[in-house]
């Protein structure tokens, strides 16, 4: 099976699979894998402990309900596609194994008349030979290869895409289509409405089956038909598909954008955390934002006979287009946000309408393929964190760390407001790490954090630093981060 497949099944991530390979503790042949080597490499696996197992079980627990078969099962015509597809198979395995049987009974037979005519000793030992292991292979009674079965069901709930000519990976599950399952992955597909009209996310097929799952308005061409390309929002994988599709690569590949969305909930962010407020946004289904992790938006409040507008980073992943979230951090004393001030003052609540603009911003991850696997080190002091939680977000979804590191430097008193985020990440995976620090003000929090960063962090060299907070502390972090040799090329900043 592909490292991809076996990384869903084992329940970890491809980027581990890949160090077990390097280190010699994995065998893979042509970047696939056998169930007998992963067990080899997870001697302690038990499949009831493994993701893949709990979603079948819940599956079966909740007894087909609607929510579960929209979230994790396919459409009712896929799935029989699927299950045809797999009996197929199956028939073709019986009718090669029926022939296999068939040519080694025949060997059987005529070893027994050449020997009728002339007993031969070898010719002896080679029919009792032949009957031996024909009698074996029908008396055995070996155990059932659970990683195999567990992968034929997980081949039934989900197909397998690869996008050329990225590489990148990822799966399809429940009812949705190519383009959303991409999306959700981290996967920074080219698309505009996301509803079939515009077709910006059309994209070839190479390999593999489709089917229409939605209503577009949107034509393909003749010659796009015959070619092979097909709208990504409107259809989703019947089988393991090989997709030709068109990827960004930077912020110049997102184009600017102006959305009409409502505020879906504005609230404190945890008992302790009074001076920052979620702002929560809800774009309409037809009219998804692009952005990629760490930038932007230009937030608009109609306000009478003015507006108010302020530019904010996105605090949440782009796998969620429709779903933004803010950090909105209370003005300090002799700042002026007129914005921040109407939120604060409860002006402004759930279900009133906000203008987005933008995205703005290349405070970004790499995203063209082969810049992914070498170490992140994120420096955020109070506000800061909101892009850094959008990029770790991001770089979990599409693997594309080595590991991750997190130094957040608090000067207020709900500095860390979403400390127990950072520490269920640092809980649940392998390679990130998290540090709290505290500070007086922004230029002490700067020196701070690149002296726990020089102290912590050995081999620079092969890290890109992230920024994000006020002036003061990008300053103090970034000189005290070149002193200790880092390049400034491989230090990029937000300010906040």
């Known amino acids: 099976m592909t490292l991809s497949r076996a990384a869903h099944l084992i329940g970890t991530t491809r980027a581990a699979l890949q160090r077990k390979i390097r280190d010699g503790e994995l065998s893979s042949h042509d970047g696939m894998v056998s169930t007998d080597a992963l067990l080899v490499a997870y001697p302690d696996f038990k499949l009831e402990n493994s993701g893949a197992f709990e979603r079948v079980a819940k599956i079966k627990e909740e007894s087909f309900g609607r929510r ?24 073709d395995l019986r009718r090669h194994l029926r022939r296999y049987h068939d040519l080694v009974v025949g060997l059987q037979q005529h070893l027994d008349e050449l020997a009728a ?10 029919g009792e030979f032949v009957e031996q292991g024909l009698a074996a292979v029908l008396g055995s009674s070996e155990p059932t290869d659970q990683l195999a079965v567990m992968d034929d069901v997980l081949k039934i709930m989900s197909a397998h895409v690869t996008v050329r000519p990225s590489g990148r990976e990822f799966f399809v599950e429940g009812h949705d289509s190519l383009l959303k399952a991409g999306v959700r992955a981290g996967l920074m597909l080219n698309y505009g409405c996301g509803n079939g009209n515009c077709g910006l996310c059309k994209g070839r097929v190479i390999s593999g089956e489709t089917r229409q799952v939605q209503h577009c308005d949107y034509v393909l061409s003749e010659t796009e038909k015959q070619q092979g390309y097909t709208l990504l929002c409107a259809h989703t994988a019947v089988s393991d598909v090989v997709l030709e599709a068109l990827e960004a690569e930077g912020p110049a590949d997102i184009p600017e954008q102006r959305i009409v969305a409502k505020i879906k909930s504005l609230a404190p962010i945890g008992a302790q955390a009074a001076d920052t407020l979620l702002l929560q946004v809800q774009t309409p289904r037809s009219n998804r934002l692009r952005f990629l992790a760490g930038q932007s938006l230009t937030l608009g409040l109609a306000g009478g006979q ?11 992943c782009p796998c969620d287009d429709r779903n933004l979230q803010f950090h909105i951090c209370r003005p300090a004393a002799g700042d002026t946000d007129s914005f921040a001030d109407r939120l604060f003052s409860g002006a402004v609540g759930a279900g009133e309408t906000i203008s987005l603009w933008g995205p703005w911003g290349d405070f970004v991850l790499p995203q063209t393929p082969g810049t992914s696997g070498r ?5 955020a002091c109070d506000g800061g964190f909101a892009p850094v939680k959008s990029m770790i977000e991001h770089a979990t979804a599409v693997e594309a760390a080595e590991s991750l590191v997190l130094y957040w430097v608090g000067t207020r008193p709900d500095g860390h407001y979403l400390a127990n985020q950072c520490r269920a990440w640092a809980d649940a995976l392998d390679d990130f790490r998290y540090a709290a620090l505290s500070a007086a003000d922004a230029l002490s929090a700067g020196r701070a954090a690149a002296a726990a960063v020089r102290a912590d962090v050995a081999g620079l060299d092969d890290c890109d630093l992230y920024l994000a907070g006020p002036q003061a502390f990008i300053d103090a972090a970034r000189e005290g981060l070149t002193e200790a040799g880092v390049a ?5 900043t937000s300010l906040s």
């Open 488 to 492: 400034p090329e491989r230090i990029a």
């Open 117 to 126: 005519v002339g007993p031969v000793a070898d010719l002896a030992q080679l």
């Open 68 to 91: 579960v078969q929209e979230r994790m099962l396919p459409r009712a015509e896929i799935l029989a596609q699927r299950l045809f597809a797999q009996g197929q198979e199956l028939a």
């Open 306 to 316: 003015e507006d108010f507008s302020a530019t904010y980073p996105v605090a949440s």
């Open 375 to 379: 170490r992140l080190l994120f420096l």
